[in-house]
């Protein structure tokens, strides 16, 4: 088997999937389910299909395309405003997309007219996180605009938090947005399908007891790959963590002083913080560096400490135990060392449907 290696749970990402599709169904809720940090991975949205989701949400016209190839008929959202430039493919690919620009919604109608298909639209609402939105008093000008456009369905309204300014939805802003959706309603005499309230910033607030009200829908991704909320990195109550388990191979190992010498500067990627004498220490180096993951990212195993990372190399305290050359030690990973791992042409992915052992059969280091 191939090092490093990104170790993929299917039965893992299948039970958060479906715990969460049952949990919010039992709100009235409906779940997107967003493989952005898998880079759209086929195998994985098919498990997420299969446990209930209702669509899967993609950010970039790419993996929707790919998407649409591997998994047919299932409702695909662009969760990233169309670029201007890509507006045939979103159109041709996509079912939905998310939009807050009225320049970039009269040109998807003129695509999916000239397409002869329609194309259907959520328009995202700013309330305080301040990435992607329409800021709510220009709401009524645009919806006007959009339901002149002869190519477009307006399915609903949407909106982001947490991403951006790490600003949690409370009863008050997702108020606000169903608010909106019934102004809108009862302004143009329109029916709105759909409020999509969040992403998995969402979920605390959800499960807590949170006010519903119009929410119907939810983009998950976090939630589902990682089994956490993102605003508080909380787990999730009935969900594994580590669905994602990246394994990499010693290739030194052995003691060495703890304290460097020599003439000091900075390291590789900036000033080396906290030099301290343990005396000598086992340590180990692993095949495995920032082209790979975001090392910030990895959860060791119990009792190891992460002394530094750089391109190719990270270096542990591996809390004395003598690890030997050629062992594989596994690390859970966040979803910026997720992400670097899936987007990493080093990282091998394995996806597995039950339990992994080592090459010779042993539970591996640091395996859950
Ligand atoms: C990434 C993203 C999501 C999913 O976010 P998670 O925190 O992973 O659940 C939902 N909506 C939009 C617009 C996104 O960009």
């Not at 898998?38 to 498990?47: C, F």
């Not at 998310?98 to 000239?114: F, I, Q, R």
């Not at 305080?128 to 919806?143: A, F, N, V, Y």
């Amino acid at each position: 088997m191939s090092s490093p290696r990104l170790v993929i749970r299917l039965d893992r990402l299948g039970h958060n999937a479906r715990s969460l599709v049952e949990r919010l169904a039992a709100r009235g809720i409906s779940i997107t389910a967003v493989t952005k940090a898998t880079l759209g991975s086929a195998p994985i949205a098919s498990v997420l299909v299969a446990a209930g989701v209702a669509g899967l949400g993609e950010s970039r016209i790419e993996t929707i395309e790919a998407l649409r190839q591997s998994n047919g008929s299932v409702p695909l959202t662009l969760i990233r405003s169309p670029l201007p430039s890509q507006v045939e493919r979103v159109v041709a690919a996509a079912n939905c997309s998310l939009n807050s620009e009225p320049a970039v919604l009269a040109l998807l109608s003129a695509a999916a007219v000239d397409q002869g298909c329609r194309h259907g639209v959520l328009l995202m609402v700013e309330l305080g996180d301040l990435r992607e939105g329409i800021m709510p008093r220009q709401l009524d000008g645009i919806t006007a605009e959009l339901l002149q456009l002869p190519g477009l369905d307006l399915l609903g309204l949407g909106t982001n938090l947490g991403c951006q300014n790490g600003i949690g939805p409370s009863d008050a802003s997702m108020g606000q947005l169903c608010e909106l959706a019934r102004g809108l309603e009862l302004a143009f005499g329109i029916a709105l399908p759909m409020v999509s309230g969040g992403n998995s910033a969402n979920l605390p607030w959800l499960l807590e007891g949170g006010r519903v009200d119009r929410i119907n829908n939810l983009r998950l991704g976090e939630a589902i790959l990682l089994g956490r909320e993102p605003l508080g990195r909380r787990p999730i109550q009935g969900l594994f963590t580590n669905a994602f388990q990246l394994v990499g191979e010693v290739i030194e190992a052995g003691p060495k002083p703890t304290l460097a010498w020599g003439c000091a500067g900075e390291g590789a990627f900036g000033p080396v913080a906290g030099r301290r004498d343990r005396g000598e220490r086992w340590r180990v180096l692993l095949a495995l560096g920032l082209q790979d993951v975001d090392a910030t990212g990895l959860s060791l195993p119990a009792g190891m400490e992460l002394l530094g990372a750089s391109s190719d190399h990270l270096v542990l305290d591996t809390g004395g135990e003598m690890v030997a050359v050629g062992a594989e030690i596994s690390f859970g990973l966040n979803y910026s060392a997720l992400l670097r791992a899936m987007t990493s042409p080093f990282v091998a992915k394995t996806m597995l449907a039950g339990p992994v052992l080592s090459r010779s059969g042993a539970q591996l280091k640091g395996f859950s």
